[in-house]
């Protein structure tokens, strides 16, 4: 069968080997090899397609933090705007009502200051006295000497202290806010929410470091608006009053978590032991009495000396 055996010989048939099948057998492979890696027009293209969605990504990164600073310079600027527009919880709800509990603060700081200068004294006791006979006097111009009466007032001119004490700290004014601080002392103890802390914290907020001012309003405020003054001074080392008025420390200022305390009557403090033992012949004639009681007290001596 002749054509079977064409067949097996066909099938059995080796190429030729030689100079023109090894180029054709390369021609291959390079074109598979250029067929992965695709014609130069086509690099450059996918090239160009990821430089462009990195441009992309890149632009949209900026937009994003475009708008991120646009919302924070927003947010500021309502902050800002609140600051400016918020009462600190005062609301007067009349035009009488808001003119007196300013002509309280007026009366009460002029009378504090004649105080202090008539008498050119600078011991604790006597300034103390000077704050108490201030409020006495602001209570007498104001027509609140009735008890009843000053309690009633009382609510309202603390709060326009605060208010008013609050607005001087956003100012950059802080020291005139501390005879506010004092009075919104005072009238929250006429309205017997606070027990009478004695001269040592009217001392600290007439004399104290700022850190102790602005926490004393914070505390006491229904709005937000001196956290951010708060965060700036809550660094500063809270500072006391030494009692003893022959401290040798530099206006008798001392850090307070490492002062003495009277534990006769826990509203005095010390910078040491020495200066309490130096103080004491004097401070035992007083201890734990009020503010009121120490200006009976000196008004009486200066009575008998004439």
């Known amino acids: 069968m002749p054509s079977k055996k064409k067949k097996s010989k066909a099938k059995g048939k080796k190429p030729a080997a030689g100079k023109g099948g090894a180029n054709k057998a390369a021609d291959n492979a390079a074109a598979v090899e250029q067929q992965k890696k695709g014609t130069p027009l086509d690099s450059e293209m996918q090239r160009l397609r990821i430089g462009d969605k990195q441009g992309g990504d890149n632009e949209d990164d900026a937009l994003l933090e475009e708008a991120i600073k646009l919302a924070a310079v927003e947010e500021q600027e309502m902050k800002l705007k609140e600051k400016e527009n918020c009462t600190h919880g005062y609301n007067p709800s009349s035009t009488f009502q808001a003119r007196f509990c300013e002509g309280y603060l007026k009366t009460f700081t002029e009378s504090y200051h004649s105080a202090i200068t008539l008498r050119g004294e600078n011991e604790l006791y006597v300034r103390c006295h000077s704050v108490t006979l201030a409020f006495e006097t602001a209570c007498r111009s104001m027509g609140t000497t009735n008890a009843s009466r000053n309690r009633s007032n009382a609510e309202r001119v603390n709060t326009f202290c605060l208010a008013e004490g609050t607005k001087f700290i956003l100012d950059g004014k802080s020291d005139d806010a501390r005879l506010p601080a004092l009075l919104a002392l005072i009238t929250k103890s006429v309205r017997g929410k606070m027990p009478d802390s004695g001269p040592q914290k009217m001392m600290e907020l007439l004399d104290g470091d700022e850190h102790t001012l602005v926490q004393f309003f914070r505390k006491q405020l229904p709005c937000s608006c001196l956290d951010e003054k708060y965060s700036e001074v809550k660094s500063i080392t809270k500072m006391g009053i030494c009692y ?17 305390c009277c534990t006769g009557c826990r509203k005095v403090n010390y910078c040491s032991r020495k200066c309490q033992e130096a103080d004491w012949p004097v401070h035992k004639e007083f201890c734990g009495l009020t503010a009121e009681e120490l200006g009976a007290m000196y008004f009486n001596e200066r009575a008998h000396t004439g």
């Open 244 to 260: 003893n008025d022959d401290c040798p420390l530099p206006d008798r200022m001392a850090i307070r978590r490492s002062m003495l």
